[in-house]
């Protein structure tokens, strides 16, 4: 069974640029999560999906971050305008339902300078 | 809201136990969470935890007081490719799922 899949893997941009990260989920799983991994700590919740529908972003700072998955399926999480405090590993995890154990892609490595 | 406390670091030798604390201080509680998490890489499921008392998966325990809220993890026979972070999570009551992960414990395993 396919893992979750996550692109890019390294983003490098200036700030002000924007930025998006494509998540697709493992193939069932209804529930999708969008995490920010900050070094040293552990992933905090962005938002998170049950299908097409939003369940969860209260974490989701929307002046700048904003996230969509249209088709219940693949996710895009987009960051417009970039702050150098984004700079973070943006984790995508799905899992078959809520409370259901939550399986991670590799992580997008976002750099801002 | 929530508050978890894991030690930030620490170190053991191969073939050793160690024994890696979680207190959590929640609004509601469903279950915990154990996430293991090599360098650069995602976090993987490492185990779940209900019910008060200790769950043994293979070289891996993990251990639960609700009433304490206290949870720890029990790697014995350490190996070096057990060297990551380990992270707990506390599941907040049905209904509304959403993980907080405490900070992480890196765990160095040494010859």
């Known amino acids: 069974e396919a893992g979750v899949a996550q692109s890019p893997r390294y983003k490098i941009i200036e700030k002000r640029q924007s930025v998006a990260f494509w998540c697709n989920p493992i193939s069932g799983h209804a529930t999708l999560y969008w995490y920010q991994q900050i070094l040293g700590q552990g992933p905090k919740l962005l938002i998170q999906?049950?299908?097409?529908?939003?369940?969860?972003d209260s974490q989701l700072p929307k002046d700048r971050f904003s996230a969509e998955r249209l088709k219940g399926v693949d996710s895009t999480l987009k960051i417009q305008p970039a702050k150098l405090e984004d700079s973070a590993v943006y984790l995508c995890a799905s899992s078959t339902g809520g409370g259901e154990t939550q399986y991670f892609g590799p992580g997008t490595r976002l750099l801002v300078l | 809201g929530q508050n978890i406390d894991q030690p930030t670091e620490m170190t053991a030798t191969e073939g050793a136990i160690v024994q890696i604390n979680c207190t959590y201080q929640t609004s509601g509680f469903n279950g915990l969470f154990w996430y293991q998490q090599h360098a650069g890489e995602a976090p993987t499921f490492l185990s779940y935890n209900v019910l008060d008392g200790l769950e043994e998966k293979g070289r891996f325990s993990s251990f639960l007081s609700r009433s304490k809220g206290y949870s720890y993890l029990l790697l014995k026979e350490l190996q070096m490719k057990d060297s990551a972070s380990y992270l707990c999570a506390p599941e907040p009551p049905t209904g509304s799922y959403q993980l907080t992960f405490g900070k992480g414990t890196k765990l160095s395993v040494i010859p």
């Open positions: 999906f049950q299908n097409n529908g939003v369940v969860d």
